[in-house]
C-alpha cells in the first residue's frame, strides 16, 4: 500500500442538500495537494469528514492502510492527522505557549521536549514575542499562525489545512508558506484548501477541484486549473 | 385502572395547570431566544408578582382589575431594570466575561434569584402571605370537572394574556423584532432593529408574565419568599421540552407537562410526582436538544 | 505570565492561608466559633471541588450541594443500615459520589452551559427529592441520625483542617500535571483540543468524578459533625452558596474558592447578630464580582499587588 490517506465513495448529505457527493481520491505520502472550488462546494465539509469532526453518511476513509472512517477527531490525532480549522480555534484564555504545550503534550511529547519544540515554533513561525500573551488577546492574523504551529508540535503524518492564508498580511501569508514549503520538502503530507490561486500554484504540484460536492477535476496543478469543466465551475457560477 | 369520568378529570385538571405553566415559561423562552441564556432567577419574578398583587389587593384595598395589572407592571419593571444592569455584558462584550457568557449569565441571574428571595425574606418576612380571591365562587363545574373557582378566574386571564402576548408577537412591529433578534441578533441589528431594545422588551414583558402568573395564583398559594423555586422549574422543563427558545413548543410542552403530570401521579407515582418533568428535561436535553419541533444547526 | 508559575503561587498562598487557620485554635477555643470554622472548611472543599468544574474545566455544574448530600447519605445509610465504623462511611460516601458522578458526567458530557446547568440542576433536584420522599429508607425530611464519632471541636476543626488540605494538595498535583493543561484547553474550547489528541471523554470525565467524590467526601464528613443528615444538604441553595464564595473568592484559582468559602461564611455568622441580612448582603456581592471584578477577591489582591506594567 503506498496510499497515505485513501478516501472512498465519501458522501454527506445535510438534509436535501448533497455537501460532498461520493468523493474519491488517495494522498501518497509526502504530497501536497490543493483542495479548490467555489464557496459552498464542499471543502470544508469533507474536511470535516476527514478529521472526525463529522461523520459521513457512505464511503470509507483509510489512513496508514488502515480504516479510521467515524473515528473521533482526537483519535486521528494521535495517530498523526493534523486538522486547522477555516474559522480559528485556539483556547483563548491560554498563553500562547500553553497553546501549543497542549497539542504537544496530549500527542505524548515530554514536558521539556514540548517546550523547546513550541519555542522553535514560535520563532519559526514570528509570534515569539507575544508568547506569554493570551491567545485572545492576538490579532486575526497572529491567531491564525498560532493555531498553523498547533498543528506542528508533533510532526503529523498528513496537516489538513482549511484556509489558512485567509484574511492574512502578505508577510505573514509568506512565513505560513515558506514553513510549508520547507516542510514538504522533509516529505511532510498536506491537504490545502485555499481560494488563492497564485499560491495554490505556487505551493501544490497536485490539485482536486469540487464543485457541489463532487470532484470536478483531480491531477497535476495546471491541469486541473485549465480543465473546462473546472473553468465552467468558476467563471460561469456554480449553478449547475 | 382509570375510568372515563377520571380521566376527563385529570385531563382539564391538566391542561389548567398547563396553561399556568405556559405563562410562566414564555417568558422563559423569550430570553433564551433573544439572549441565549436561561434566566434562573425567573422564579423570583413570579414571586414579587405574587406579593405585589397581594400587597396591592389586600393590604391597600385597591380593586383586583387594578391589582393584576399593577403586578404586572411591577414584574415587568423589575425585569426592564435587571436587563438594563445586569445583561448588558452579554452582548457588549464588556471586558473578559465576553468569552464566558455562559458562565456570567448563570451566576448573575442564579445571584439576583438568591438576593431576591434573600430581600424578602428580610423586608417582608419568611411567613406565607394570604391573598385576596379572585372571586367568591368556591366550586365550579368545568365540563366534566370540578374546580375551585380561584382556578378557573385565573386560568381565564391566563387565556385572554396568553393570546394577547400571541397577537403581539405575531402582528406589531416589536413583535416582529423580537422574532427577527431571536433568529439572528446580528442580522437583525444591520437591517435597523435595535437589539438592546428589543432585549430590554423581552426582559420586561418575561417579569412581567411571570408576575401575572404569580399574581393569579397567589389565593391558591400563597405568597412566600421560596415560592418561585417551583414555577422555574416547571419552566426550565417546558423550555427544554418545547425547544429552548421555541415560544408555540413552550405553549404546547406546557399542557403537555401539566397533563403528563396530572396523569403520572395518579397511574405511576404521587410521591414522585414532580421527579417526572426532571427526568424529562434530562432525557431531552441528552437526546433531543432541539425540543420537541426544532433542528439543529451547524458546530463546525 | 505563564500557567506554571501562577498556579504554584496560588498554592503557596494557600498553604499561608491554611497555616494561619491551623494556628487559630492557640488563640480561640470558643466551641461557637469552631464550629463555624468546621462549616466553612466544608464550605471550602465543596467550593474547591466545583471550582475544578466551572473553573478549571468549564463544565458549569448545579450539583455540588447534591453530590455532598449523596456523600452524607452513603455514610449516614451504610452507618444506620449495616452499623459500620466512621472511616468506612466515610470512604463510602466518597465512592459512592464519586461513581455516581462518573456516571453523570460521562451523561452528560456533550452539553454546555445553559444546557449543562439545566442538566444538573435536574439532577440535583430529582436526587433531592428522592431522598426526601423514600420516607421509609431516609426518613425523609426529618433526617438520618448518626452516632457521632467524637464530639471535642477543636479535633473536629483539624479533621475537616487536614481534609481541606488533602483536598488542595490533591487540585495542586492535578492541576500542575498535564492534566491541568487540557482542562483549560477544554474549557476554552472542546474542538480545538480534540484536534490536539487531548482525551475529552476521558478528562471530562474524570473531571467530573474527581469533583464529585470531593463533594461527597466533604458532605460524608459533614454528617458525622453533625450527627445527622437531611436533605436540606442538598438544596439549591446550598449550591448558590458554594457558587457565590468561589465567585466571590475568584473562580479559576486555586486559593479563591478557600478564600471565598471561610470570609462569606465567617463573616455571615458574625453578621448574624446584625439582623441576618448577610444572605442579602453576599447575593448583592456575587452579583457585583461578577458584573464588575470578574476574578474575585484574589483577582483584586493580584491587581493591588502587580508592578504597573508598562503598556505592551
Ligand atoms: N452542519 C450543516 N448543516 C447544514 N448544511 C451544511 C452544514 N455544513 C455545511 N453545510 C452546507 O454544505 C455545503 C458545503 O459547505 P462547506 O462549508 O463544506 O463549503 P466550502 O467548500 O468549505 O465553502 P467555503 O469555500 O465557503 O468555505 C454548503 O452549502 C453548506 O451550506
Ligand atoms: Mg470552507
Same mark, same amino acid.
Not at chain 1, 498536506?190 to 490539485?207: G, K, N
Not at chain 2, 457588549?92 to 434573600?118: C, H, K, P, Q
Given at each position: ?38 464557496? *459552498? ?6 474536511? #470535516? ?30 495517530? *498523526? ?13 491560554? #498563553?500562547?505557549?500553553? #497553546? ?110 469540487? #464543485? ?6 483531480? *491531477? ?21 | ?12 385538571? @391538566? ?33 414579587? @408578582? ?5 400587597? /396591592? ?49 448563570? /451566576? ?84 435597523? /432593529? ?13 417579569? @412581567? ?28 422543563? /417546558? ?18 407537562? @401539566? ?42 | ?30 466551641? !461557637? ?8 472548611? !466544608?464550605?471550602? &472543599? ?68 445553559? !444546557?449543562?446547568?439545566? =442538566? ?16 421509609? &429508607? ?128 465567617? =463573616? ?34 493580584? =491587581? ?9
Amino acid at each position: 500500500m503506498t496510499s497515505l490517506l485513501s478516501v472512498q465513495g465519501v458522501t454527506k448529505r445535510f438534509g436535501g442538500l448533497v455537501a460532498v457527493a461520493d468523493v474519491t481520491f488517495d494522498i501518497a505520502p509526502g504530497e501536497l495537494v490543493g483542495l479548490i472550488g467555489p464557496n *459552498g462546494s464542499g471543502k470544508t465539509t469533507l474536511l #470535516n469528514i476527514m478529521s472526525g469532526n463529522l461523520s459521513g453518511d457512505e464511503g470509507t476513509i483509510r489512513l496508514d492502510g488502515e480504516p479510521c472512517t467515524g473515528l473521533k477527531p482526537q483519535r486521528l490525532a494521535r495517530r *498523526g492527522l493534523m486538522r486547522m480549522f477555516q474559522l480559528t480555534r485556539i483556547f483563548p484564555r491560554m #498563553n500562547v505557549l500553553d #497553546n501549543l504545550l497542549v497539542s504537544g503534550r496530549a500527542l505524548g511529547l515530554a514536558a521539556d521536549e514540548a517546550k523547546v519544540r513550541a519555542n522553535g515554533l514560535l520563532e519559526e513561525l514570528q509570534i515569539a514575542h507575544v508568547r506569554h500573551l493570551d491567545a485572545g488577546q492576538l490579532s486575526g492574523g497572529q491567531m491564525k499562525l498560532l493555531e498553523f504551529g498547533c498543528c506542528f508540535m508533533r510532526t503529523p503524518r498528513l496537516a489538513l489545512l482549511d484556509e489558512p492564508f485567509a484574511a492574512i498580511h502578505p508577510t505573514m501569508k509568506e512565513i505560513m508558506s515558506r514553513f510549508i514549503r520547507a516542510r514538504h520538502a522533509e516529505g511532510q503530507a498536506f491537504v490545502l484548501v485555499s481560494h488563492d490561486m497564485p499560491v495554490i500554484v505556487e505551493l501544490c504540484p497536485r490539485s482536486i477541484c469540487m #464543485n457541489a460536492g463532487r470532484v470536478l477535476s483531480d *491531477g497535476k496543478t495546471s491541469d486541473v486549473l485549465t480543465a473546462p469543466a473546472v473553468i465552467d465551475a468558476y467563471l460561469g457560477g456554480a449553478a449547475a | 385502572m382509570l375510568s372515563g369520568a377520571l380521566a376527563a378529570d385529570l385531563a382539564v385538571n @391538566g391542561l389548567v395547570t398547563g396553561l399556568f405553566y405556559g405563562l410562566m415559561a414564555i417568558g422563559l423562552a423569550l430570553i433564551f431566544g433573544v439572549l441565549r441564556i436561561v434566566n434562573f432567577a425567573h422564579g423570583e419574578f413570579y414571586m414579587v @408578582g405574587a406579593y405585589a398583587y397581594t400587597i /396591592i389587593a389586600a393590604r391597600l384595598g385597591v380593586p383586583l382589575f387594578v391589582a393584576l395589572p399593577s403586578a404586572f407592571l411591577f414584574g415587568a419593571a423589575l425585569g426592564w431594570v435587571v436587563e438594563r444592569t445586569l445583561m448588558r455584558p452579554l452582548y457588549a462584550n464588556i471586558g473578559s466575561w465576553g468569552l464566558m457568557r455562559d458562565e456570567y449569565a448563570v /451566576i448573575v441571574t442564579f445571584g439576583l434569584s438568591l438576593l431576591l428571595v434573600n430581600l424578602v425574606d428580610k423586608a417582608i418576612g419568611p411567613y406565607a402571605f394570604r391573598a385576596p380571591a379572585l372571586v367568591s365562587a368556591s366550586r365550579v363545574v368545568v365540563g366534566p370537572a370540578l374546580m375551585s373557582g380561584q382556578k378557573v378566574a385565573a386560568a381565564v386571564v391566563t387565556l385572554a394574556a396568553l393570546a394577547l402576548i400571541a397577537l403581539f408577537l405575531r402582528f406589531s412591529y416589536w413583535g416582529r423584532a423580537v422574532r427577527a433578534v431571536s433568529q439572528n441578533r446580528l442580522g437583525a441589528s444591520l437591517a435597523g /432593529i435595535d437589539a438592546t431594545a428589543v432585549s430590554s422588551l423581552v426582559f420586561a414583558l418575561a417579569g @412581567g408574565l411571570a408576575a401575572l402568573a404569580g399574581a393569579l395564583l397567589s389565593p391558591i398559594i400563597n405568597a412566600s419568599p421560596d415560592v418561585g423555586a417551583f414555577p422555574a422549574i416547571k419552566s426550565y422543563v /417546558i423550555v427544554v421540552l418545547g425547544g429552548m427558545g421555541s415560544i408555540p413548543g413552550a405553549f404546547v410542552a406546557s399542557l403537555l407537562l @401539566g397533563l403528563v403530570e396530572s396523569f403520572g401521579a395518579v397511574l405511576v407515582s404521587y410521591q414522585y410526582r414532580d421527579t417526572f418533568g426532571l427526568v424529562l428535561l434530562i432525557l431531552f436535553l441528552l437526546f433531543r436538544p432541539q425540543g420537541l419541533f426544532g433542528e439543529r444547526g451547524r458546530e463546525v | 505570565m505563564s500557567g506554571d508559575i501562577r498556579l504554584r503561587r496560588e498554592f503557596i498562598a494557600t498553604s499561608l492561608l491554611l497555616l494561619v487557620l491551623a494556628l487559630l485554635p492557640l488563640a480561640m477555643r470558643d466551641v !461557637y466559633w469552631l464550629g463555624v470554622l468546621v462549616v466553612s472548611a !466544608y464550605f471550602a &472543599i465543596l467550593a474547591s471541588s466545583w471550582n475544578l468544574l466551572a473553573g478549571f474545566t468549564g463544565q458549569f455544574s448545579l450539583a455540588p450541594a447534591a453530590f455532598a448530600m449523596i456523600g452524607a447519605y452513603g455514610a449516614a445509610l451504610s452507618a444506620a443500615y449495616y452499623n459500620v465504623p466512621p472511616l468506612i462511611g466515610l470512604l463510602i460516601g466518597t465512592v459512592s459520589a464519586g461513581l455516581i458522578g462518573l456516571v453523570l458526567g460521562r451523561i452528560v458530557m456533550r452539553l454546555r452551559g445553559p !444546557y449543562l446547568a439545566l =442538566t444538573t440542576l435536574s439532577f440535583a433536584e430529582i436526587v433531592r427529592l428522592v431522598a426526601s420522599n423514600s420516607i421509609n &429508607i431516609t426518613r425523609g425530611d426529618l433526617g438520618l441520625p448518626l452516632e457521632p464519632w467524637f464530639n471535642d471541636r477543636v479535633i473536629w476543626f483539624y479533621v475537616f483542617l487536614s481534609a481541606l488540605t488533602f483536598v488542595i494538595c490533591g487540585l495542586y498535583l492535578l492541576l500542575r500535571s498535564q492534566a491541568g493543561l487540557f482542562l483549560e484547553a477544554i474549557r476554552d474550547d472542546e474542538i480545538a483540543a480534540a484536534r490536539s489528541g487531548v482525551r475529552i471523554v476521558f478528562w471530562k470525565t474524570a473531571a467530573f468524578a474527581i469533583s464529585s467524590a470531593a463533594a461527597g467526601f466533604a458532605g460524608a464528613l459533614y454528617a458525622y459533625f453533625a450527627s445527622l443528615v437531611t436533605p436540606e444538604l442538598g438544596l439549591v441553595q446550598q449550591t448558590g452558596l458554594v457558587v457565590s464564595m468561589t465567585v466571590i473568592g475568584g473562580m479559576g484559582s486555586l486559593i479563591g474558592p478557600v478564600v471565598g468559602a471561610f470570609l462569606v461564611y465567617v =463573616t455571615s455568622e458574625w453578621l448574624r447578630d446584625v439582623g441576618g441580612w448577610q444572605l442579602v448582603i453576599f447575593a448583592a456581592l456575587v452579583i457585583v464580582f461578577a458584573r464588575l471584578f470578574r476574578a474575585g477577591l484574589w483577582g483584586l489582591v493580584i =491587581t493591588a499587588l502587580a508592578p504597573r506594567r508598562k503598556l505592551a
